[in-house]
């Protein structure tokens, strides 16, 4: 059981574009959405988060935008540079906490090519 | 010194081999956890640890086994290790307190079961 659906699983994306990843929910218990980069040989680490109250983050080229009800939520990378080549995933997390779990999508691995 | 470590970072074994991956963390955090990464599934929970007294399963417990020596420390053993237990392997630690509920990643195990 899958609970947070994530697409594409690789993205190909000119140095300058718009890179966009894709996400969906089925809890509405959710209650927290973070974004972790992964860089090949290391650990994830949190790019950017949102709750469910607000409908857009931004963070530099980095955008979230949410949509509560469609259960949906994505990434969007501004002037996607060769730097930003990366797996990328998204995550929830569950109103109660439950001891702080998130649950992961699938991952993309995005390439930006110069 | 990087806050979460992982050893060893790479390791081949046989199988129905005992194996051992081993977590450390100086960020002080009471909450650990263990995944596994595979092309195509992403992250996958395998044991997560409020504290040293508190240990619960994950989504995929299922042949592996923690331990929670220290508030430091949290290790995952695999009692008898099969082939489909080929796979990236990370530990996390998270503060439970504020938002964004970071979760900070070690640089991860590669397992290979053969």
């Known amino acids: 059981q899958q609970q947070v659906k994530q697409s594409p699983q690789s993205l190909i994306v000119q140095k300058g574009g718009i890179s966009i990843i894709n996400c969906a929910y089925e809890?509405?218990?959710?209650?927290?959405f973070p974004w972790y980069q992964q860089f090949p040989g290391k650990g994830p680490a949190l790019l950017i988060a949102i709750r469910p109250d607000v409908s857009e983050k931004k963070e530099g080229r980095f955008t979230i935008s949410f949509n509560k009800s469609a259960k949906q939520f994505s990434l969007h990378i501004m002037d996607s540079q060769p730097g930003d080549s990366a797996t990328y995933f998204c995550a929830a997390r569950h109103s109660n906490n439950q001891g702080g779990k998130l649950i992961f999508g699938q991952g993309t691995e995005l390439s930006v090519k110069p | 010194d990087a806050d979460v470590t992982q050893t060893p970072r790479n390791r081949i074994t046989k199988t129905g081999k005992r194996i051992m991956l081993e977590c450390s963390q100086t960020?002080?955090?009471?909450?650990m956890y263990w995944y596994r990464q595979d092309p195509g599934l992403g992250l996958r929970l395998i044991y997560y640890?409020?504290?040293?007294?508190?240990?619960n399963k994950g989504e995929i417990s299922d042949g592996y086994s923690v331990s929670r020596q220290a508030q430091a420390k949290f290790s995952l053993s695999l009692e008898s290790a099969i082939p489909n237990q080929t796979a990236l392997y990370f530990c996390?630690?998270?503060?439970?307190?504020?938002?964004?509920?970071?979760?900070?990643f070690g640089p991860g195990t590669r397992l290979t079961v053969t």
């Open positions: 640890s409020f504290d040293v007294k508190d240990i």
């Open positions: 996390a630690t998270s503060d439970p307190g504020l938002p964004p509920y970071e979760q900070y």
């Open positions: 960020k002080g955090h009471d909450r």
């Open positions: 809890n509405t218990a959710f209650d927290y």
